[in-house]
């Protein structure tokens, strides 16, 4: 899902996401048909990378789909929402064009989470990649964004899919070459005024930006979803590092933003 999986961190989520926070829709999005209140914790066919794809994750390049369009005012939202190098923190920089690209992607049989068309039900999506250098000379990545689907329904139904995706193919590659492992879902913190939230954790392996290739690294996200609104965060970490330290991190930048809706 492109929001949930948020383009596996280049391709959506999302994500992504896996992942990948969502949350204020606007009135009309609010009055989109078919949303549901329920939680999107591992047991609710419910999980993003959203169209959202769910995680955002940080893969090496953006969706190579020449698919625009969309709605101008949705597509500023989207953009607003999405956070920029200073709301990460000291140190983030831009590391690629955002992703605003309604392209659909798919997990097939063979776990391969590859692009698949055009999304008819994607209004609008906006994905933006960060990068941050480490004392070693190593770069960690993130990536957020937003995305807003026809229906709050045709946003749940991404949600679910990239839950159900993830449960079937715990292991899985995507086209950028990014190879995830272990990845599973975790109970999701409580995101006010959320109708739904998905948190994924697992193991990443990437082809960085210099052509190598990186060791596994953690990785946490979250996506969430309000009507037929999905926002996401995701969070790359050091081998060094541990799950929490990302998911404290994926949780504070979900604040930061709720906090401009």
């Known amino acids: 899902m492109k929001t949930v999986h948020a383009r596996t961190l280049g391709l959506r989520i999302a994500a992504l996401a ?28 419910a999980s993003a990378t959203t169209s959202a794809k769910p995680s955002g994750k940080a893969s090496g390049k953006p969706s190579s789909s020449a698919v625009t369009g969309g709605d101008a005012a949705a597509r500023a939202r989207t953009d607003k ?14 590391r690629i064009d955002d992703d605003t690209s309604l392209a659909k992607f798919t997990m097939d049989k063979s776990c391969l989470y590859k692009e ?19 004392p ?8 957020s964004g937003a995305s807003q689907a026809t229906t709050a329904d045709a ?47 697992g ?22 979803r309000k009507g037929a609104l999905t926002v996401w965060v995701f969070v790359d970490l050091a081998p060094d590092q541990q799950v929490f ?11 930061k933003i709720t906090a401009k809706w």
């Open 155 to 201: 946003a749940h139904q991404e949600m679910a899919k990239w839950a159900a995706d993830i449960r079937r193919c715990p292991d899985y590659k995507d086209d950028s070459g990014t190879q995830t492992t272990s990845a599973h879902d975790i109970e999701s913190p409580k995101v006010p005024g959320a109708d739904e939230v998905f948190s994924e954790e």
């Open 245 to 255: 330290e990302g998911r404290a991190q994926a949780r504070a930048l979900l604040q």
């Open 18 to 45: 896996a992942a990948g926070l969502v949350l204020t829709a606007c009135n009309d999005d609010e009055a989109a048909t078919g949303a549901t209140g329920q939680s999107a914790s591992p047991t609710a066919s």
């Open 136 to 143: 070693d000379g190593s770069q960690l990545w993130g990536t």
């Open 81 to 94: 929402l999405a956070l920029t190098p200073a709301d990460w923190g000291a140190g983030f920089e831009t």
């Open 203 to 224: 193991l990443a392996v990437y082809h960085d930006d210099d052509g190598t290739t990186t060791p596994p690294r953690p990785y946490s996200s979250i996506t969430a």
């Open 116 to 134: 698949d068309g055009p999304d008819k039900t994607l209004v609008a999506y906006t994905n933006r990649f960060v990068r941050v250098q480490r």
